[in-house]
């Protein structure tokens, strides 16, 4: 009885001694102490009867706060900034070569990564260690059984060649990166909102208008048992303006767009956004004599800005030929031992092939913050994983295919990481995503306009088309604004405004880009919001201005969309 009670004495000043040594501390070096205290008792303390210790532990904490704000014609809505606290882990059995990961078992023991309970928002460090060690308990059972069942599965299933090592080792090393990001005040974001908000007041048709705005703005802790710690600033945010005006025939048409910032800085003036709301204003009212197409045309279009973004960054990051390397992992299921052929993603046999047009290269540089005096949502310093990503990374050369986005898991063609497993942050809250981050699309042989609008012409003339068609934003300082589609005559060249349509992205193959202008656009959009293997994340797209893409659906919007239109060589 004497022990124990000195037992609980000693624990009680270790506590005590622990609570007052935290207090002197800031909220900052409190979170990398738990990081570090919990990280190395889990790697010493875990231990299963079967599955052994972890190899492999990996910690991320986030500490943040989200500010939202929303008026409509002058008047604040709602305001606030609230902590935005997150984190989450990894922990693996085994080693690189063999883990519990890449492997599915027709059952499942639950999630391996949500956090069971929410972090203390003060300077809690037995908040934040009790957070961790709860869920880890979890996800380490897991884990562990996991382990087990892939290595019974492969005792009873041996391959027929040598598997892929399941991850990658690091190196051990520091990085501190600066905060050179201003906060943005709640006073300043509401006086914000309410002056865009107010210039709806002089188009009394807008009606349902609002305008909203959200920054997220924190750090990331990160930390592992390989050594990497890793203290990474980041912020995102998003402006929102919004209306809808119904014409004098009963059609809906939304007005305003988005943007995608990193710093309040990048923010639209007042002028700026007045001005984009009047051109799309004007646009819309002169719809009302554009005339409508009766049938869906299929042909070369001339894209300009914001719709080409789009267009490139579908081709390349979503679908089935998405230039990002994927795992399949092995399936103690009945149907995947029965299959001894695995299917693999189309882009893995790709490796040293043209599947761009000889005159197009796709290069990454993922370290730029800025270009052509534009914020760059793309920048990416380190990754989720830790890696730290090249200056450059060159994906596609003269149009063959040199490099797909990676992450530390190994696949057939790409044994290691080039650090694009990216952070994601999403309402708030953290995790990750293997996502492009600043890419640069570039030709060996662009265009005047002039040139390239004959191309078009041409294109139309050769496949006997009546007319081709032109399509661009009405205004560039709001993403996700309103389109603009222009009929032209392959006589001369006249252009005349016809109704929206619908672009069929899936059908938009990457053999079909033809000539690009000589201008570049800058472009911060999410990339992956067509792919849901991968999911979205913001980046940004450094491309020409202008470029002609062949067997582009269009769709009149009330007809909708039937099976897509897909043409093969």
């Known amino acids: 009885m004497r022990s124990l009670l000195l037992s609980l004495l000693y624990l009680f000043i270790i506590i005590n001694c622990i609570a007052q040594s935290s207090t002197s501390l800031s909220k900052k070096e409190i979170i990398k102490k738990a990081l570090e205290d919990e990280i190395t008792r889990c790697y010493n303390e875990l231990n299963h009867a079967k599955a052994g210790k972890p190899f492999f532990i990996q910690f991320y904490i986030q500490d943040a706060t989200k500010l939202t704000a929303m008026a409509t014609l002058g008047a604040i809505q709602g305001s606030e900034i609230v ?6 882990s990894r922990l693996m059995m085994g080693d690189y070569q063999f883990n519990d990961e890449n492997f599915q078992n027709s059952f ?11 972090l203390p928002i003060d300077a809690d460090y037995w908040g934040f260690r009790r957070a961790i060690w709860l869920s880890l308990e979890n996800i380490f059972n897991s884990a562990s059984a996991n382990y087990v069942e892939k290595k019974n599965f492969f005792a009873e299933n041996p391959p027929t060649e040598p598997l892929l090592a399941d991850y990658t080792p690091l190196k051990s090393y520091n990085l501190t990166l600066t905060d050179t990001v201003p906060n943005l005040l709640l006073h300043d974001a509401e006086e914000y909102v309410r002056s865009l908000s107010n210039v709806f007041k002089l188009y009394p048709s807008v009606t349902n208008s609002s305008v909203s705005i959200e920054f997220t703005k924190g750090t990331i802790f990160l930390c592992s048992t390989e050594g990497v710690r890793v203290e990474l600033p980041f912020s995102i945010g998003n402006l929102e303006v919004a209306g809808q005006i119904t014409s004098t025939s009963g059609e809906k048409f939304g007005i305003g767009g988005s943007i995608y910032f990193k710093n309040p800085t990048a923010l639209p003036s007042l002028e700026q956004v007045s001005k984009s709301i009047a051109s799309s204003y004007q646009q819309i009212n002169n719809l009302k004599d554009a005339e409508d197409l009766q049938e869906k045309y299929i042909g ?11 267009i490139l960054n579908n081709i390349l990051f979503s679908g089935e030929e998405a230039l990002i390397a994927e795992r399949k992992p092995t399936e103690n299921t009945p149907s995947y031992r029965k299959n001894t052929q695995i299917k693999k993603r189309l882009i893995s046999n790709k490796f040293g092939k043209r599947i761009l047009p000889s005159e197009y290269s796709v290069i990454l540089k993922p370290h730029l913050q800025t270009y052509m005096n534009k914020q760059l949502v793309g920048y990416t310093p380190v990754d989720a ?9 060159v994906l ?5 295919l040199k490099a797909v986005l990676s992450s530390r898991v190994p696949t057939e063609n790409v044994p290691s990481s080039n650090g694009h497993n990216r952070f994601l942050i999403s309402n708030g809250g953290l995790s990750k995503n293997l996502a492009p981050s600043n890419v640069f699309i570039t030709s060996t042989q662009p265009k005047d306009y002039t040139r390239l609008k004959q191309e078009l012409i041409d294109e139309a003339k050769r496949q006997n088309l ?3 068609i032109i399509c661009k934003s009405i205004d560039t300082t709001l993403y996700n604004g309103n389109l603009a589609y222009y009929k032209v005559s392959l006589t001369d060249g006249s252009e005349s405004l016809i109704k929206p349509l619908n672009i069929d992205q899936e059908a938009i193959t990457a053999n079909r880009l033809k000539g690009c202008m000589n201008k570049t656009f800058v472009c911060n959009l999410i990339s992956g919001q067509y792919n849901y293997s991968f999911g979205p994340s913001e980046c940004s797209l450094i491309i020409p201005l202008a470029m002609v893409v062949d067997n582009v659906t ?6 909708g969309f039937d099976k897509p239109f897909i043409y093969e060589e």
């Open 83 to 88: 902590p935005a606290m997150d984190w989450s």
């Open 108 to 118: 499942e023991y639950g999630s391996a990564y949500s956090p069971s309970i929410d």
């Open 300 to 310: 070369p279009v001339l894209f300009f800005g914001e719709p080409l973004a789009n």
């Open 385 to 393: 994983e830790g890696v730290v990503p090249p200056k450059e990374l």
């Open 396 to 400: 596609i050369e003269q149009g063959v």
């Open 466 to 468: 009546e007319f081709a």
């Open 554 to 559: 269009l769709i009149p919007e009330e007809q």
